[in-house]
């Protein structure tokens, strides 16, 4: 009897933690190769500038941050070979909006001010359009930090102001400004790769809640803290003036906060996509975007892989590595229509974010391990 009552609350303790990974993995499973099913609810598309840029992680609709180095130098993937030389990372602008440009035009450089970029690998990025501030999550050699630049669009430029480090960014990944300098961000893991290959592959496969959410004004760093716990977490945005959306990479899914006024968060639920979700945004009609990768195993291969990368490399194995084969996902959700897949295909791989602009019916998406920009119009 007292085996059986001891089984029994076992069970009822550790069922649901069970029951979460099974939709969780079971939903990986399904997207394995061969039985990837391509989905393309999307009128036209094009990738655009591929011989300008790629890697690039993260876009708010006219600002790419991409990353070359990140074929030898990934944080979040364990990749860490410095030996081999590590190119640095950029900061774009992408004039999508006048029809006048050619594309390489249209893709301008953004020149970095009063900024060593010889250790610049930018991730996650947010523009506070009301104060021109540029918030750049920098996965450097030298310790991971928030660079805070002032933008000028007009001119090209921007200009650093601070570098913001502190014992509670150990591994950022993606930014949410509220203003004034006031921000949300996301450490994607508590046991990091570069201290622990192993566990922290062990602390993505197992869902455990070692990512966190942080809230911070850059102007008193005493007031930064933890104020969630997530899984992977990821991307990270407002959905609306009281609501914070993050992304968990092991979930997978969104999970949903109600925002108070001291900038704690009240949990409120969740969503679950067939997908490990990446970043997300809002578009100007307020439907959360996501975009994800279908496959996770198939993007750790790529990500293995790509330290061997040269493009332009008359020998095979260098050629072979530069190969994108993991599936991308993009999907939109509204609470009134729920879950839309979008896009689900190899084509365009390892998709990172994806953005909208509604008043131009055009959309963009950018691959971690892809080249150019996949834009399309629905």
């Not at 914070?244 to 092991?250: D, E, G, I, P, W």
Request: hydrophobic share 35%; glycine share 8%.
């Amino acid at each position: 009897m007292a085996r059986t009552t001891l089984f029994l609350l076992t069970l009822a303790l550790i069922g649901p933690y069970l029951y979460d990974r099974y939709l969780g993995i079971s939903s990986v499973l399904s997207d394995r190769p061969g039985k990837l099913k391509s989905i393309h609810n999307i009128k036209q598309h094009e990738v655009k500038v591929q011989d300008r840029i790629r890697n690039c992680e993260d876009v708010g609709l006219a600002i790419l941050s991409c990353d070359p180095g990140r074929d030898r130098w990934n944080t979040v993937m364990g990749s860490f070979h410095p030996e081999l030389g590590i190119a640095s990372g950029a900061l774009y602008i992408y004039d999508y909006s006048n029809p006048g440009l050619s594309d390489d035009e249209a893709l301008k450089s953004l020149t970095l001010k009063n900024f060593n970029v010889d250790d610049f690998h930018p991730l996650g990025i947010e523009f506070d359009s009301p104060t021109s501030t540029l918030y750049v999550v920098n996965h450097a050699q030298s310790g991971s930090a928030i660079e805070v630049f002032n933008l000028s669009i007009k001119s090209l430029t921007a200009t650093h102001i601070k570098t913001f480090k502190h014992p509670l960014l150990h591994s950022p990944n993606s930014i949410h400004s509220l203003g004034s300098g006031k921000i949300f961000f996301t450490n994607d893991h508590n046991l990091r790769a570069s201290l622990s290959p192993l566990l922290s592959k062990i602390e993505t496969w197992s869902g455990i809640p070692g990512g966190s959410v942080i809230y911070v004004d850059l102007n008193d760093p005493s007031t930064a803290k933890t104020v969630a716990r997530v899984g992977f977490a990821n991307g990270i945005t407002m959905l609306n003036s009281t609501t914070l959306a993050v992304a968990s990479s092991s979930k997978p899914g969104v999970l949903f906060y109600h925002v108070t006024p001291d900038y704690s968060l009240q949990y409120k639920g969740l969503i679950r996509v067939p997908a490990a979700v990446d970043n997300i945004s809002v578009d100007g009609k307020g439907k959360l975007l996501m975009a994800g990768h279908a496959f996770a195993p198939e993007l750790i291969k790529v990500a293995k892989r790509r330290a061997k990368c040269n493009f332009e490399s008359e020998k095979e194995e260098e050629r072979k590595a530069c190969e994108n084969g993991a599936p991308s996902w993009v999907g939109e959700w509204s609470e009134e229509k729920g879950l839309r897949e979008l896009y689900k295909d190899v084509e365009y791989g390892s998709s990172s974010t994806a953005v909208r602009d509604t008043t131009r019916g055009l959309g963009m998406v950018v691959g971690l391990y892809e080249r150019g920009v996949f834009v399309f119009r629905e």
